[in-house]
C-alpha cells in the first residue's frame, strides 16, 4: 500500500544519498532509468515503486502511489506534502 518516509533536516538524507536505492529499483522496475521529475518541489526523481523529493530542508518519498512508468499519482501526493513542509 502506500507509504510515506519523510527525512528531517538533521538526518543528512539527500536524494544523492538516496541515489543507489532509486538506481536498484530502476533497474528491477523501469529499465534501468530514473526519471526526473519537474514541478514538485525542488527536485524529485521516480523510480517505481518510490517518488524521491527535495523540499527545502526536506527529503521525503512517496512509495506505492502509481504503476509502473507512472508517476501522476506519486507526484499529486508529493505536491501535497513539499507545500505542507514548505509552511514548517
Given at each position: 500500500?502506500?507509504?510515506?518516509?519523510?527525512?528531517?533536516?538533521?538526518?543528512?538524507?539527500?536524494?544523492?544519498?538516496?541515489?543507489?536505492?532509486?538506481?536498484?529499483?530502476?533497474?528491477?522496475?523501469a529499465g534501468g532509468v530514473v526519471t526526473q521529475v519537474s514541478g514538485v518541489a525542488d527536485k524529485a526523481e521516480f523510480a517505481f515503486p518510490?517518488?524521491?523529493?527535495?523540499?527545502?530542508?526536506?527529503?521525503?518519498?512517496?512509495?506505492?502511489?502509481?504503476?509502473?512508468?507512472?508517476?501522476?499519482?506519486?507526484?499529486?501526493?508529493?505536491?501535497?506534502?513539499?507545500?505542507?513542509?514548505?509552511?514548517?
Amino acid at each position: 500500500g502506500l507509504a510515506l518516509d519523510v527525512y528531517e533536516p538533521s538526518s543528512q538524507v539527500t536524494l544523492s544519498s538516496l541515489q543507489p536505492q532509486l538506481s536498484k529499483f530502476a533497474q528491477n522496475f523501469a529499465g534501468g532509468v530514473v526519471t526526473q521529475v519537474s514541478g514538485v518541489a525542488d527536485k524529485a526523481e521516480f523510480a517505481f515503486p518510490v517518488l524521491a523529493v527535495a523540499a527545502g530542508n526536506y527529503v521525503f518519498e512517496v512509495w506505492n502511489a502509481g504503476e509502473i512508468g507512472d508517476s501522476a499519482g506519486a507526484v499529486a501526493i508529493a505536491k501535497k506534502i513539499a507545500a505542507e513542509l514548505a509552511s514548517k
